[in-house]
């Protein structure tokens, strides 16, 4: 694994080696073999800007989202947050074909 800042934030690069085997799910549903590229984020207010984000990282791979738990949101952004539920936001992010 290698470990890179830029700009003040920090990021893994993650080899099929570092990963071999895990999660064991995941290995069955890849069709392909391109670089698996994870994304985080609450997605609380989707917009179009998003939709972008998903275009170009989905250049660099199979694309795999991750959206952020109602309890995860309301403790990173506090009081009236999340705006919408988790499972709302997931279905949201999931109508988006990359």
């Known amino acids: 694994m290698t470990t890179v800042s830029s700009r003040g934030l920090g990021y893994h690069v993650v080899t099929d080696q570092d990963i071999a085997g895990f999660p064991p799910a995941l290995a069955a549903v890849s ?8 994304v985080t984020g609450c997605y609380d207010w989707f917009h179009s800007g998003h939709v ?27 009081d009236g947050h999340p705006l919408f539920p988790q499972d709302e936001r997931r279905y949201m992010v999931q109508s988006v074909r990359m």
């Open 31 to 38: 069709q392909t073999r391109r670089k698996k590229v994870v």
């Open 52 to 78: 972008r984000f998903f275009e170009e990282v989905s250049e660099l791979g199979e694309l795999y989202v991750v959206v952020g738990s109602d309890a995860n949101l309301a403790l990173l952004k506090g």
